[in-house]
């Protein structure tokens, strides 16, 4: 039997958001929550019936709010708002993340502060259980009302428009309509309003972000490690004497993480008394830029767990007598985090790709320049480098911040806006990048690491090692290396490296997590 979570009363985390979207826990509304709903809706029918001119609900939307709409009028109003507001465009955002918007949405409804109807919310739990799950363009959003156009998108189904990804195909929502004879809902007043009123796409392209950003991380380290022993790098900067002195959390959980990835590898030990006495920075200060980075996930997390667990729509309505219309759908609190999110990815593969320069310079005994006994007739590994440099210096042009933009929107009545929704996609596109990178030093390393046989790490990065070189072989003459660098590259999005090097620790009883390992490996 599947776990169930509680919408609009238990708190949301990203990777609760995430289970729910893969049908790993069934999303429900307990009788409380529906009590609660209902009374908002009663709410709002009750205002109307008063006639007394509250935004959104009996007037007009943004520049309109002085235009009053007559009581018979006001459900017309709400299917019109979801009709005009529909106007994006570009390719569909991909499937996992329009059904992390609706349940985000449908969380944040149900915590009763917004008028929407009990039957409203079945219907969306119905398309989240039943996987037809809406169409939504990737542009259109400002991030000012929230994200007005994608929402409106994501909920045209609910009244016969629209189109739905549904058993692998796109079909128009009138064919879901008559494969499981539904019809359409008659949207009561500011229905249509607190469904597009919100972040609910740039927040779950930030859940999506936060997943992915995470695997990198965890990631980097792994590579790096791997690298630190190709090239015979020294562990004392990574000392937790150093490191208390600085005590930066992510900066500490790194260095603990290499030291425990490292623990009793003879390739470090053969070179404990060696004349060398630093080592670059890319291999040097890997806590303190791998842990920046790791800080800034943090920060995002703590960040999109409170704005999940939020009431994000306008008006809120807190009884018939008590409605503020107010800003909470600015997309501001988010934006900025996203856009640091967005640096913070990019630099772990700005340092990735240096390690895989210096892996390719003929500087550390044993590895030969361009990671090859042979070059000249063959150019070894120098051209893979290109690669990571080219999404390096894409990366850098991503990284310009969306919130620091602004362009005014319904005629001056949304005259400041985030920008979030563009700072979300972007983040998710350089991490996507990143994969890539980390993926190309997983190879450089590993044949780095060739040329110190017959030393062995420890058992963790060992075992890491020979998982590479089940799927990949040691390179020794020129040959097409695309296929291995994807090969390389699936290792690092899939995440089977860190499933592997847990699964180690727990066997061989090593210490793989750190003290900080809960704020950092929990989410």
Not at 451 to 478: Q, W
Request: aromatic share 6%; with cysteine.
């Amino acid at each position: 039997m599947k776990t169930t979570f509680q919408y609009g009363q238990q708190l949301l985390t990203a990777s609760i958001a995430l289970s729910i979207a893969k049908d790993e826990i069934q999303g429900i509304l307990t009788e409380e929550t529906r009590k609660k709903v209902r009374a908002s809706a009663s709410a709002v029918e009750k205002i109307v019936a008063n006639g007394k001119p509250v935004y959104g609900i009996n007037t007009g939307f943004g520049p309109l709010c002085t235009t009053m709409i007559s009581p018979d009028q006001t459900r017309k109003l709400q299917e019109n708002i979801l009709k005009s507001h529909a106007v994006g465009v570009g390719e569909p955002i991909p499937i996992d993340i329009s059904k992390v918007m609706m349940i985000l949405k449908i969380h944040a409804l149900a915590k009763g502060y917004s008028g929407i109807q009990e039957a409203t919310l079945d219907r969306m739990i119905w398309h989240v259980e039943n996987n037809a799950i809406p169409v939504v363009p990737k542009q259109g959003s400002v991030g000012a009302s929230g994200d007005l156009a994608p929402l409106s998108h994501l909920f045209l189904p609910l009244i016969g428009l629209g189109k739905v990804h549904y058993k692998g195909e796109v079909i128009p929502t009138q064919k879901l309509f008559q494969l499981h004879q539904l019809a359409s809902i008659p949207l009561g007043p500011k229905e249509g309003l607190a469904l597009i009123n919100g972040t609910q796409f740039m927040a779950a392209f930030g859940v999506k972000v936060l997943e992915r950003f995470y695997n990198i991380l965890a990631h980097a380290d792994i590579t790096g490690a791997m690298m630190l022993e190709g090239l015979l790098g020294s562990i004392k900067p990574f000392s937790s004497e150093l490191h208390e002195l600085r005590p930066y959390a992510g900066n500490q959980h790194v260095a603990q993480t290499i030291l425990n990835l490292l623990h009793e590898s003879e390739i470090v030990h053969s070179h404990a008394a060696c004349a060398r006495v630093q080592d670059p920075y890319s291999l040097r200060c890997m806590p303190q830029v791998h842990g920046a980075s790791r800080n800034a996930w943090l920060h995002l997390k703590q960040t999109l767990e409170i704005e999940i667990n939020s009431v994000t729509d306008n008006p809120v309505v807190f009884d018939e007598n008590h409605t503020i219309s107010g800003g909470n759908f600015h997309g501001q609190p988010i934006a900025m985090p996203l856009d640091y999110a967005c640096l913070a990815a990019s630099e772990i593969g700005n340092i990735s790709d240096r390690r895989i320069y210096l892996s390719l310079e003929g500087d550390t005994p044993g590895v030969p320049k361009l990671l090859l006994k042979e070059t000249g007739l063959n150019s070894g590994f120098m051209i893979p480098q290109y690669t990571t440099a080219a999404l390096a210096s894409e990366n850098k042009g991503l990284c310009f911040p969306s919130s620091a933009d602004s362009i005014p929107t319904s005629l001056g009545q949304e005259d400041h806006v985030s920008m979030g929704s563009i700072g979300a996609r972007k983040a998710l596109q350089v991490i996507e990048n990143v994969e890539k990178i980390l993926g190309v030093e997983l190879y450089c390393a590993a044949q780095a690491v060739d040329f110190h046989a017959p030393l062995k790490s420890g058992k963790i990065m060992t075992a890491l090692y020979e998982h590479v070189r089940t799927k990949i072989k040691h390179v020794t003459e020129d040959q097409i290396m695309y296929e291995d660098m994807e090969i390389a590259i699936e290792m690092i999005r899939s995440g089977e490296l860190l499933t592997i090097a847990r699964e180690v620790a727990e066997k061989e009883g090593l210490e793989l997590e750190t003290q900080w390992s809960g704020d950092f490996d929990k989410w």
